[in-house]
């Protein structure tokens, strides 16, 4: 027996690691998983949504934070659409409309959702927490036009906004700065519920905002994304990469038994 598990090539591991973690991406399996606190008052503040309603959607993030932040927003964007509630998104970071483009294109090609109706990408504005300010006191005036330079005034969807106090929820998805210790300071005064979904490594330095009130929901890495697809019944990319990720560290802890078994039989035959 410690003979055999000793010639194992350990190729062979490399390639039962691979395909363990391949399958769940190509077909989720929904393993169970637990929903946070912060997951659940995050869900409860988008379910509450009506259709119609106006939520702002702050996409922070550049490619590098994606794979955190990303599922998060795609999630979240989703369940909005499903609940016909109209989304305006915008970024204060330079690399994030490439990255909210990604997450509506889906839409723009069918779904029965129309560009500037149901959804628009107001684009860039430059000037950090500054530009928030800007943002929240006159939606039209930071953003003249949108991400396709078609000029704000003419979309359908911002007709009826002016300022934040017109929206029902502000979300804010970030890697660093801006982040929500900005959105927090600059919503101060204005009424919509506060929303955040950060990078895991975020996810303590942000709580306090959420024990205080302040926000209403905080996700936390791509955990936090594969919960709230289960919550809201819509399994997706976050909840594969979680069942990857649980398939592949009881293929490597099996792996590491087996390894000591081996050890431990050799040394009780009297092998070197």
Do not use: C
């Not at 005034?153 to 804010?172: E, F, G, H, R, Y």
């Not at 979680?242 to 390894?259: E, R």
């Amino acid at each position: 027996m410690e003979k055999f598990l000793a010639s194992i090539d350990r190729r062979y591991i490399y390639i039962v690691l691979l395909l363990v973690v391949l399958f769940p991406l190509i077909r989720p399996i929904g393993l169970p998983i637990s929903i946070s606190s912060w997951t659940e008052s995050f869900y409860a503040v988008i379910d509450q949504l009506q259709a119609g309603d106006i939520v702002v959607m702050s996409i922070d993030y550049s490619p590098s934070g994606g794979p955190d932040v990303g599922p998060q927003a795609v999630a979240i964007f989703d369940h909005l659409m499903a609940k016909n509630v109209k989304v305006i998104g915008v970024s204060f970071l330079a690399e994030g409309p490439p990255q909210l483009q990604q997450i509506i294109n889906p839409y723009m090609e069918g779904r029965g959702k129309t560009y500037g109706v149901d959804f628009v990408n107001l684009g860039y504005a430059a000037g950090l927490e500054t530009a928030i300010a800007a943002f929240n006191a006159d939606m039209k005036r930071a953003f003249p036009v949108d991400f396709f330079n078609t000029p704000t005034n003419t979309i359908p969807l911002m007709q009826s906004v002016t300022d934040a106090n017109d929206v029902k929820v502000v979300m804010n998805f970030a890697t660093g700065i801006p982040g929500p210790a900005e959105w927090v300071r600059q919503l101060a005064g204005f009424s919509p519920d506060i929303l955040i979904g950060v990078v895991t490594v975020m996810g303590p330095q942000t709580e306090p905002y959420y024990q205080s009130g302040q926000i209403k929901g905080l996700l936390s890495g791509l955990r936090s994304a594969a919960e709230y697809e289960v919550r809201a019944g819509m399994p997706g990319s976050a909840a594969a990469g979680m069942d990857a990720q649980s398939l592949g560290h009881v293929v490597i802890i099996l792996a590491m038994a087996l390894g000591n078994l081996a050890y431990f039989l050799g040394r009780k035959g009297g092998a070197k």
